[in-house]
């Protein structure tokens, strides 16, 4: 079997391409998956460049789709020919996250999805959305979750509300998508006018060159009459909560996503305070969610933003286009 392991010390240089043994059939509960795509997140890349910590030999990759081959005894929910996407947190099934959700996470702590082929529990894995293939289903299980919870579990987006987005990646694309077909309005943020006409087009109300405007929150204030946006879909973090916090509401809600700007720095709490912001830590969701999600994608025809196409052996360098910023919405690697 075709796969990808990360050599010790992580780096895109010592993504390595091997053969494993088959997994062989489906037992009891469990279900064969033949993979065919996969797609990148920034959780990917700080694992397979050393920022998180894997061990020596892991196979990296958090999403992982494909068609069900075979089932186990006892399995219901599947059958063969099935179109399927991972979870990202296997055992998180519904309601608060287990204690031990963030240590099973494919692709870090265990072994991920950049292999032809996989035997799991069917717990670890959902109907993909009808209609979708393995590549478009390969980019829900993070980037699409992730910003489904941050709006509608986390948040409360309904006709109406404002909604900010940063940036033109994964999360910030669905969040967009979504925040619209639920009747928001969206303001976006890029460095990039190229890429804001690409955010207009998918139907953001109004956007900000974060380069030529650098105070954007004050500007987003002003965008909203000076009330505020009900929600921020913060990618950036350190570097960027303050902008985030000037342009949310009274009582509103900046969900901390990403950590682009850096992992640690200064807030300002008396702003934090004085608005009496709800300022929350979000890692993508649960099967629950994801099934709510997909129900939302089907009944509302979403389909995913696709920048690029990789083939499996050529990961490292879908990791560097990632890096250079080159992307609008997703990359996929084939399998």
């Excluded at 305070?273 to 025809?301: F, H, P, Y």
Aim: proline content about 6%.
């Amino acid at each position: 079997m075709k796969a990808i392991q990360l050599r010790a010390p992580a780096s895109l240089d010592n993504l390595t391409r091997t053969d494993l043994p088959d997994p062989g059939d489906p037992g009891p509960g469990e279900i064969r998956v033949r993979l065919a795509a996969s797609s990148l997140n920034f959780h990917d890349y700080a694992v397979v460049t050393g920022i998180l910590p894997a061990a020596d030999g892991r196979i990296p990759m958090s999403d992982g789709a494909g068609t069900v081959e075979a089932v186990g005894e006892g399995v219901t929910q599947f059958k063969p020919g099935d179109t399927v996407v991972s979870i990202f947190f296997p055992d998180w099934i519904d309601g608060a996250p287990p204690a031990t959700a963030f240590r099973g996470v494919p692709g870090d702590g265990i072994d991920g999805y950049a292999r032809e082929a996989v035997v799991t529990p069917q717990h670890w894995f959902t109907q993909a959305p009808t209609g979708y293939d393995a590549a478009e289903a390969a980019t829900l299980t993070c980037a699409g979750l992730t910003a489904w919870r941050a709006l509608f579990v986390d948040g409360d987006t309904r006709p109406g509300s404002t909604v900010l987005v940063q940036g033109s990646g994964g999360v910030s694309v669905f969040a967009l998508q979504f925040a619209k077909a639920a009747g928001a309005r969206v303001i976006a943020t890029s460095s990039s006018d190229a890429k804001l006409e690409r955010l207009k087009a998918l139907g953001a109300d109004e956007t900000i060159n974060y380069k030529e405007v650098p105070a954007w929150g004050a500007k987003a204030l002003e965008l909203t009459g000076g009330v505020g946006v009900d929600t921020v879909v913060e990618i950036g973090g350190a570097g960027t909560l303050d902008q985030s916090m000037i342009a949310t509401r009274v009582g509103g809600h900046v969900s901390l996503i990403g950590v682009l700007t850096g992992f640690a720095g200064p807030v300002q709490t008396a702003l934090l305070m004085a608005k009496n912001l709800r300022v929350q830590g979000l890692t993508v969701g649960s099967r629950q969610q994801q099934l709510a999600m997909i129900a939302g994608i089907e009944a509302n025809g979403i389909r995913p933003i696709i920048s690029d196409h990789f083939p499996l052996e050529n990961l490292a360098d879908a990791f560097r286009h990632q890096a250079a910023s080159a992307h609008f919405g997703k990359i996929v690697v084939d399998i």
